[in-house]
């Protein structure tokens, strides 16, 4: 109940803070057997890291997994798979000015008002380090939801009002190889340059900006989510907010779709051979909360990262104003490292919801 | 897990279908000693009832409360409160036209495929009618909220394309009075009066539009909401996600935060007295997913009703295409009445958070 | 968090005081697609109702269900199934000379400390009125076992020092019988006799006395029960321990495995045709917490119940020292009516745990 | 939902088998705050651990536990502590002659039937190892306990047949100390005597033998617990039925109390100054589920132990007849290590409903 678990059945809870000893997840309800591919989860983590680009930030963490139970001759057993992270580069001395400031749109203010203590060190929890932990989870999701079939792409499809085109997604492998090519992680290779460039000046203003991270499902089996309150998309967007810096998530047509007229929303049923389609995928995949087999599509908004390299005005712990320099390494964009944190996020609401909905299966 | 419970501490389990005897709510872990206001609760129900204006549904429902249980003398004593609402307008004969055929962007489809039945009489518990359960609760979280001086507000910012202008939320009593003296239930007046005539429009075309709700809560302590998972905005938006409809959410500076720079979107801290403030709010009073103090804002996109009255193609049961009518009651925008939906599962969230960090106050 | 949920896929709520409207229950995963025989269900009611025979407590009630939704045409829809039963006999006057005083052995002065408030006419949700909730919900779960060949039985097999012999327990079917043709409920007709006998004794001592009951599980599929904190027996002794007037739960060789030694009590494995089996069953089919297909057995001890027809000293809410005198209708002993509710606890636990285990099934 | 995880608001979740790298837990919900005593935690792990004396396995572990997060500066921060404790002494030869062999009364079969998959080499998740996670977490479960004032004893009160005699409890701290006088942890020095040479006979004999443990708390408010399900002995009952070996668990008077009348059995309130206390304690300190301010007593029976120096006959996985011989280290008697992790449980169990109970109390 202290938050730092999520999902039912395919269940993780993360820990660590930024400046201790490691950080970890250890994954409840994976089903047995499944294949742990060790480079995969490794892989995934490399992709979130730090310093991967002069787009991110320079902070140097090699993010090496530990898996410390739950795995046997190269399988799960179905018991807990516990994955550590150690911490390397703790550099404390960085964040020696802030221990007694509020850094602005940071969780400072709030944690020491909750909790009466912190670590002044860093964010502690409310760090984006912590969705390293998330990144092992989700891979481990990934490896099980590959048995059935089931693809995650996710891509970067703003940063400021730079948008991205809409993509031709027939094949989502091919997409997925596009967006590993460049830095920062959209699929269309053009608007992806000049991504590039925009956060690069905004890196040199010492400012940063924000973006959005556009997401398809496929694969999905007709099903899945829960009616009422876990309705699929809702538990789909609790993930995305619960990610550092989210401001905002849409399904399907979103908050566009709140500007149209039922008679160009709804999705008309049609027959594809003997499968059951809908001609238009406005629902974004989802009805009543339960997955139709169509492309899960939905959209996630990112704020711009807090900490920038300009002085701001705040309080001190005393509730004095005082002025606050920014130091130390940062990022100016977070969407091209966050792109593998959604799918992460998306894998673990999917695989929990596989499993949810499995409890039912022969009782149809 | 079944997903028909929402809340930790303050947690509800509703039931019943459009087209059975009763729906009904189940308010588990509500404080003892609480006022229940009946009269209150009821007039939160007859703000969501259907019938209430030419620009909702015409179906007919008293929605008259029954308390069960968890009172004595007037008062919560600890114990669960089960309230139940009769359904009285069953009407099933209105339904046989649809019996065997999917309507398009309705739960028909994905439940069948689900559970392998249904009741084809309506939505069952895909139908709004559920919310009404929700309404119930929501008004004792909201009895219980006022005992801690925390209120909330929303209104109807957009249908269609119309958008409400940015209101002075200096006294949100007023705004309330003013949003209940029209039926769209938004609180600018010049606003009201033209999406009033374009619901009406929308109506006559047989047609239905979608809109948006924005929400503030004010009077929230420092401190309520858990870190990672179960931020504060994270679960405002589960909660708002699981409402029939809504395609979208998004807090505090929301999608339009993502377009900008961290220069401009920092919240500056200032002392107002002896209390902490923020010079702006793009945080929407939730830092690090814990509330600050400020007022609490976010913003939910609801899509157009799928229910119009028109001819549209579909299938049937059997995966033959068909053709259905459009025919009954409904709503042409659902975004008046979802208000006090939006008030109360915000309320329930609220409650919740709020008993949750009850735990921990003494330890601070 | 309250406490008024059990289980976690098959998951019920109850509500409901005795001196309140209605008790009830809302059961939230029960399958789709089960018979929901409402005779039946009526029927495990009766044997749990007040005023059945000389040796159960006059009260008159007579338990009516009525099932608002989760149904449709005799079947379950795999949603909420709440069912209320109405209060009929409530006579608040009864119990006036209990309002101020705090009867020893119950409730009501943990309520008042805990709750600031109580419903001081009755035990409120303290009082086995409750279990009339959990005997209706059990009922559908022992429908949806019955579709999976597992068949529960309980009889009393203790009352005072007044033990029964062991029983062959080739055929259940036909101990039900047994056990159902006498007012105890014992399957030894003998035993049943004496035990009759001793309660009518200690009733007109206006004295009660405890008893035991022991139950039996068959059929159930080898891999029920999770490792660790959930396993099988744990969750059946949290079920029978939250019985009211439970002071004991033992399973298998339960408390005189104690004092076996390890080359006694460990049972072999053998080959009965393909079946694996165990030579002995001290492990009372359940081993590291999970069934192996043998039966599951096991005790549950009851007090005396508190209610007795005698003068008493205690405390009155001011906290000074008074009498209180034994009046209105009570049971001399609980074990008879307390046999159906460990019967509906055990298949609650069963169902859930079947269900959960489902989610896994095709990874095995 | 997979079963590895304790507690609602104080909650724990436990990972690692016998034979892998690590085992270890993460405590989430641990107040901000608390002095984190690592010398204390480390001492309760000696208790625990393999080799201690030469009533217990000789196994060697040196059970080291490493704090990963969570705390800073000495005290807990409110975030998830994650306490690892690496497994030295795997020595997996020893374990080949079981690989393919059920031993009798253990789990390998039951996994195996379960997920399908196993590792061979141990008990996986079932060995008694997983406990030394249960007690690092208990620790720091006394530690918060402590600032509350609530003291937690238990001892070894049987060994087979060989029964403590009742012990004057006025003072915990002395029988605590008179308990670690002894390799078998009973409080009663002559006993504990017999209790040694009692199972140094047994080994011997290559056999093992069960017993009992009582439990005393001592300084725990009045309102702890919940009623109907989760009332405090359920909880408890389901803490300790949780442990390997246990088979049998009662409070206050027990299964004894099934054989009282009322009128012995009823706990009479008195003032003690300006306290409330009864003057008798069958109902073990909890009525209605809810602490009353008394001591909580209750007793938890563990069978022998299953490993024994001896040939007995099995099936192998194929099905076949087979013989399996006593090799490698085991505990003849449990009890004398388990009592440590009989109070851990306790701990955890108290904690996590003095937190829960916390919600309320300003609402009281």
């Known amino acids: 109940m202290a938050g730092n678990s999520f999902g039912n059945v395919f269940s993780i809870t993360t820990f660590g803070e930024s400046h201790g000893k490691a950080i970890g997840v250890v994954i409840d309800g994976c089903p047995p057997n499944i294949d742990i591919d060790e480079e995969f989860i490794q892989s995934e983590l490399d992709k979130r890291k730090p310093g991967q680009s002069k787009i991110t930030t320079q902070r140097k963490e090699s993010d090496i997994i530990q898996i410390l139970s739950g795995t046997f001759e190269g399988k799960s057993t179905g018991t807990p798979i516990a994955i550590v992270i150690p911490n390397e ?10 221990a007694d400031k509020y850094r602005p749109s940071h969780a400072d203010y709030t944690y020491q008002q909750k909790y009466g203590v912190r670590d002044y060190r860093g964010g502690g929890r409310s760090s984006a380090r912590e969705t390293a932990a998330r990144v092992a989870a989700g891979a481990i999701a990934k490896l099980f939801l590959r048995t059935k079939g089931i693809e995650i792409f996710s891509h970067v499809s703003a940063v400021g009002r730079l948008e991205s085109p809409n993509l031709d997604t027939a094949n989502l492998a091919q997409l997925l190889e596009i967006r590993e090519s460049n830095i920062v992680r959209c699929a269309d290779p053009a608007t992806a340059n000049e991504m590039i460039a925009l956060i690069d000046q905004v890196r040199k203003d010492g400012d940063t900006i924000g973006g959005k991270i556009s997401t398809i499902v496929r694969g999905v089996p007709v099903g899945l989510g829960d009616p009422v309150f876990d309705k699929l998309h809702a538990d789909l967007g609790k993930a995305m907010l619960s990610i550092n810096a989210v401001h ?31 001609r238009t995928n406005f629902s974004g995949g989802i009805q009543g909360g339960i997955s139709n087999g169509m492309d899960i599509t939905f959209r996630t908004a990112f704020k711009p990262v807090a900490t920038i390299m300009r002085d701001q005005e705040t309080l001190n712990v005393s509730g004095d104003h005082t002025t606050i320099s920014g130091k130390g390494r940062h990022d100016p964009c977070v969407v091209s490292r966050a792109v593998i944190i959604v799918e992460a996020m998306t894998a673990l609401v999917l695989a929990d919801h596989f499993l949810r909905n499995n409890a039912y299966v022969d009782e149809k």
Chains 1, 2, 3, 4 share one sequence.
């Open 89 to 98: 580069d703790q550099r404390s001395k960085d964040y020696s000015h802030i």
């Open 248 to 278: 905002g998530f849409e399904y399907g047509s979103g908050f566009s779709g709140s500007e149209m007229r039922g008679s160009e929303h709804n999705d008309i049923f049609v027959k594809d051979g003997d499968t059951v389609r809908t």
